[in-house]
């Protein structure tokens, strides 16, 4: 059987998280199609073509695919299954609204949120926030899975040659309509896939220090800015910065915690990180029981410092 | 019209799990549980769309020991007018329950099924998608929105890089994101209140559904436990180390 990994993109390009993705199904079986449903979508198939480990890419094009609605983006999907043993979506919010539609559909059990791909019908992933790693046995023929992409390194995006099957659409039925999106225009790196993550907490007090404070540091290091719930919550920061079980799930090569307490559930997205930096003014603050360095700190005093001395 | 609220009996979200030494899962036995904080979510945004006259009976679901009246009773002081418990000691996944809760949708033929959007204990985030799926209706998923307006929901969306607006015929499924609302506190009399509110059970039989789990849990461990790291005095040791130990800044 072969394995097919639904690309998220936006049209006209693939985004990372595909990468990750396609890795964890190449781990599954190493035949591996991509498949591209969009609107005007030639350029984000084109892409797909090129990543490194995918023999085929499937295109469809349907003006419902545009905004990647769930009922129309499964019902292609269920189209090709019965072709495939293995179906997999990266975790991120498109795949999570997906991949459970078609697992249903199909009758079979899905596996989410990957961390390890064990053998082709045995995976490992996190549950309890991520106090505990399960592994998971599926006896289901086809194997609908989402994938933490941190768990994953990212397939070459470039060095594939892939031939593209241009598809008939298939599609929902029309009960779900698109009306608009307010998506944050933003020069930083992508949260998920960024080296660096410079990440705030409540003890930062508002919105206008969460700017002051944090942006010139993330500047400073060319980082995503990241907030814990408790920061978006206050309003602080907008929820799509929110690292935690039930925000981002991050791993970069460095991430700074400031004014972090560090509860389990923010713990939960950003403990795989190679190196953790947490400033905090309590000593006792569980994020240093995580911490490579810790320093004791008033934030406003230690953080603008940091900015200065890099 | 009608609303379904399945809402999950878990481990406390304030509870830090352990894991069996026998590596068989997580040891939940004298562990304080409660009512999944997703779902309480749910639970509150039924009761206001009630509270503005758009809904006439919210109606809870829990699926589980029998134990999830409980769960079930917190749910109707904080405003469920009725409960339903399908009770099983099977373990139930996300499939099983999706199709229990299908079998509900059939006997209650409610116009809208607000869930929570994942469960803290199995972390899935798949029960409301698949319901909505067997059912054959519209999903919105991740809601921080929602508003009811001439047959349809409309429902801004929490995704990666922002926010986003879809409406969705009824009758459909929304799950509930973590700032769609704050559930407001249970009251001593409304918990007195609750206790006569009526509570159906069914067993999964009943209903015709096969609850036999399809993913085997091979074993549970805990994660890698990270090595503990040192405290630096000030800044500039911090850039030092940075710079000349994890040698992550260049």
Same mark, same amino acid.
Request: proline share 4%; aromatic share 4%.
């Given at each position: ?258 004014? $972090?307490?560090?509860? $389990? ?46 | ?250």
């Amino acid at each position: 059987m072969t394995a097919l990994v639904i690309a998220e993109h936006d049209n006209a390009t693939i985004k990372g998280a595909t990468l990750n993705t396609i890795t964890a199904a190449i781990a599954c079986d190493g035949d591996v199609h991509v498949l591209v449903a969009g609107h005007n979508a030639g350029a984000a198939a084109a892409a797909a073509a090129q990543i490194a480990g995918v023999s085929k890419v499937l295109h469809a094009e349907d003006a419902s695919f545009e905004h990647g609605l769930a009922e129309s983006v499964a019902a292609q999907v269920l189209a090709v299954a019965s072709s495939y043993g293995h179906i997999l979506f990266p975790a991120t919010a498109s795949g999570k609204n997906i991949a459970p539609r078609v697992a249903a559909k199909l009758d079979v059990a899905q596996v989410s949120d990957i961390s390890k791909v064990d053998s082709s019908d045995t995976f490992e992933r996190p549950i309890y926030a991520g106090n505990a790693i399960a592994t998971v046995h599926s006896t289901d023929a086809i194997k609908v899975i989402t994938v933490r992409t941190t768990g994953f390194d990212p397939a070459a995006a470039t060095g594939g040659s892939a031939a593209i099957d241009t598809l008939a659409a298939a599609t929902g039925d029309g009960k779900s309509t698109f009306i608009g999106s307010e998506i944050a225009a933003s020069d930083r790196p992508e949260l998920t896939a960024a080296k660096v993550i410079v990440s705030g907490g409540r003890a930062l007090g508002s919105g206008e220090k969460f700017t002051q404070v944090m942006i010139p540091l993330a500047d400073k290091l060319g980082a995503a800015v990241g907030a814990s719930r408790a920061a978006v919550d206050a309003g602080y920061a907008p929820n799509d910065w929110q690292v935690g079980q039930t925000g981002k799930i991050v791993a970069p090569q460095l991430y700074i915690a400031a004014g $972090i307490s560090g509860a $389990i559930q923010h713990l939960a997205g950003m403990k795989d990180s190679k190196v953790i930096v947490a400033i905090n003014k309590d000593p006792e603050a569980p994020i240093f029981g995580v911490s490579d360095y810790g320093l004791v700190a008033d934030l406003f005093d230690a953080v603008p410092e940091l900015t200065k001395s890099l | 019209m009608k609303v379904l609220v399945p809402v999950k009996r878990v481990v406390d979200y304030n509870v830090k799990v352990r894991v069996k030494s026998d590596g068989t899962g997580v040891d939940i036995a004298n562990v304080k549980m409660s009512m999944n904080p997703f779902d309480e979510i749910a639970v509150e945004e039924a009761v206001r769309l009630r509270e503005k006259g758009i809904v006439t009976e919210v109606i809870a679901v829990s699926c589980g020991v029998s134990q999830c009246t409980e769960t079930l009773r917190t749910a109707m002081a904080i405003g469920a007018d009725r409960a339903i418990l399908v009770e099983t000691d099977v373990e139930l996944q996300p499939l099983a329950v999706a199709k229990l809760l299908k079998a509900l949708i059939d006997k209650e033929q409610p116009d809208l099924v607000i869930l929570g959007k994942q469960a803290i204990d199995d972390d899935s985030n798949q029960t409301g998608q698949m319901l909505a799926a067997l059912a054959d209706w519209p999903q919105a998923t991740f809601a921080n929105k929602v508003e009811v307006v001439d047959g349809k929901a409309i429902v801004t969306r929490e995704v990666d890089g922002g926010l986003e607006t879809l409406a969705i015929t009824l009758p459909a499924v929304i799950t509930t994101d973590l700032r769609l609302n704050e559930p407001r506190y249970v009251t001593l009399p409304n918990i007195m209140k609750a206790k006569k509110k009526t509570v159906d059970t069914y067993k999964p039989e009943e209903l015709g559904v096969d609850v036999t789990p399809r993913l085997k849990t091979l074993k549970v461990v805990e994660p890698a436990k990270r090595s503990s790291g040192v405290m630096v005095a000030d800044v500039a040791a911090l850039i030092d180390k940075l710079k000349n130990e994890a040698k992550v800044l260049g």
